[in-house]
């Protein structure tokens, strides 16, 4: 969902991805949440991409809570 080269970019199957990643860490990785919010975004599901973004990173402050972490994805 985030290559540069839109010949070899597929949002679509970006999403069934990250959604299947998502579902076996349990909704519970913010790494995954963040991936999963990328393909949302890249098939025009903007809001729901916005709202799995503040997900991700609210996991990732009660997770970690590490300034670097949290720097990445603000």
């Known amino acids: ?20 990643v998502v579902e076996g860490t349990g ?5 995954a949440l963040g991936v999963l ?7 025009g599901s903007y809001e729901e991409a916005a709202a799995t ?3 991700a990173l609210g996991l990732m402050r009660a997770l970690r809570g590490g300034a670097e972490e949290l720097a990445e994805l603000e």
Do not use: I, N
């Open 1 to 20: 969902a985030t290559a540069a080269d839109d010949s070899v970019r597929d949002g679509e199957e970006a999403l069934a991805l990250a959604r299947a």
């Open 27 to 31: 909704g519970q990785d913010p790494w």
């Open 37 to 43: 919010a990328a393909a949302q975004a890249e098939v």
């Open 53 to 55: 973004a503040e997900r």
